[in-house]
């Protein structure tokens, strides 16, 4: 081709499963589907600067993160770019240069995997749409996805908005375990600018890679019940999104969360993710929530942080909340304020 050079910029947020991904097959299939809102300000913003080469043998780039070289993230990168190069046939053809950073602190034990790998994926279609003019949207935003799913499974929630479906499901049109794709149907008021603070309880290295976590749920006990509740949690969820009712949503989400980690904890080997403080910050959720019949609620990741999600009319109260009686569990008071997002957006 002749475009010899240039640079792109994309922001991609990051997204907190519902229903959870947790088990796959080959070719990052996920073993059950999920879905998950997509966060606003948890975000990986990534520029992308390519020059053509002569040697177009081997893939060739660096890496800054931070505005510093990066080494240790350089192994990750390369075996994305291998995993996505036959859909992406000219990879060989540049230099690149990748230049990342996130808006959230980064040691703050949040997994910048799904909003890296999406908005690599994004800066890696504008070069092909540059290469391909005449590609759709549609294909556009579809195949960010499915490159996304190839560099990190849940990845592929970050590049669309709001609500994200990912894994086939019966009663959801057009799911598919190849990409993420918006909800496709209205949601109620009830779950609009839904409000997730993010308790940052251990900003620690993570005990288990999500890899070697997925890996657990081959020859897992109980994988194939897990795999079969998360087809009904979600069916339930799609009603849910439906008929606006927030008890039953909190019945389903914290569900989800605790089964991943009873998952974690009935693997072997076992895991115990949680930290004390996961655990007292649940606790006093459920007395509040039971005090005050405010609909608050937690998901968990695969980690000791604790998302809180409510909705966006008792936002005072849970805030005040936060700072009287879940701060104190937060390693150094630290919190993030998130809420539902659009996904992601070109610079
Ligand atoms: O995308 P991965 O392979 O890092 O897996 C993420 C798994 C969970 O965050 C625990 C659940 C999910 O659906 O996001």
Redesign the pocket.
């Known amino acids: 081709s002749t475009v010899e050079n240039g640079n792109f910029e994309w922001s991609a947020p990051s997204?907190?499963?519902l229903v959870?991904?947790?088990g796959?097959k080959d070719n990052q299939i996920p073993a059950n589907p999920?879905v998950?809102f997509t966060l606003n300000k948890c975000k990986t913003v990534t520029k992308l600067a390519f020059a053509k080469k002569e040697n177009q043998v081997s893939f060739s780039f660096d890496l800054l993160f931070e505005g510093k070289p990066k080494e240790d993230f350089k192994p990750k990168i390369r075996k994305f770019l291998e995993r996505i190069e036959v859909y992406l046939p000219f990879l060989k053809d540049y230099h690149f240069t990748i230049d990342t950073q996130n808006t959230f602190p980064h040691s703050s034990g949040i997994?910048s995997?799904?909003s890296g790998m999406a908005a690599l994926a994004m800066n890696f279609m504008s070069l092909e749409k540059l290469l391909n003019p005449e590609i759709t949207d549609d294909y556009f935003y579809q195949k960010a996805s499915f490159l996304a799913r190839l560099g990190?499974?849940?990845?592929c929630?970050s590049v669309k908005g709001n609500v994200v479906v990912w894994g086939t499901q019966k009663n959801i049109k057009g799911s598919t375990d190849l990409f993420g794709v918006a909800f496709p149907y209205t949601i109620h008021e009830n779950f609009q600018n839904y409000q997730d603070t993010i308790l940052l309880v251990d900003k620690g290295e993570k005990q288990v890679s999500?890899?070697v976590?997925?890996d657990l749920m081959h020859h897992h006990p109980y994988a194939y019940s897990r795999f079969v509740q998360a087809h009904e949690n979600l069916d339930q969820l799609t009603a849910i999104f439906e008929n606006g009712n927030v008890a039953e949503f909190i019945k389903v989400v914290e569900s989800e969360a605790l089964t991943?980690h009873a998952m974690m904890m009935t693997s072997m080997p076992y895991y115990i993710l949680m930290k004390p403080n996961t655990l007292q910050i649940i606790n006093t959720i459920w007395k509040f929530r039971n005090e005050t019949n405010v609909p608050v609620c937690f998901t968990l990741?695969?980690g000791a942080n604790v998302h809180v999600l409510y909705p966006e009319n008792v936002k005072e109260k849970v805030l005040q909340f936060i700072q009287d009686e879940l701060v104190g569990f937060c390693q150094n008071g630290q919190y993030i304020c998130d809420e539902i997002g659009a996904g992601a957006i070109a610079l």
């Open positions: 997204n907190i499963a959870k991904y947790w796959k999920s998950s997994a995997s799904a990190s499974g849940s990845a929630r999500s890899t976590g997925h991943l990741d695969a």
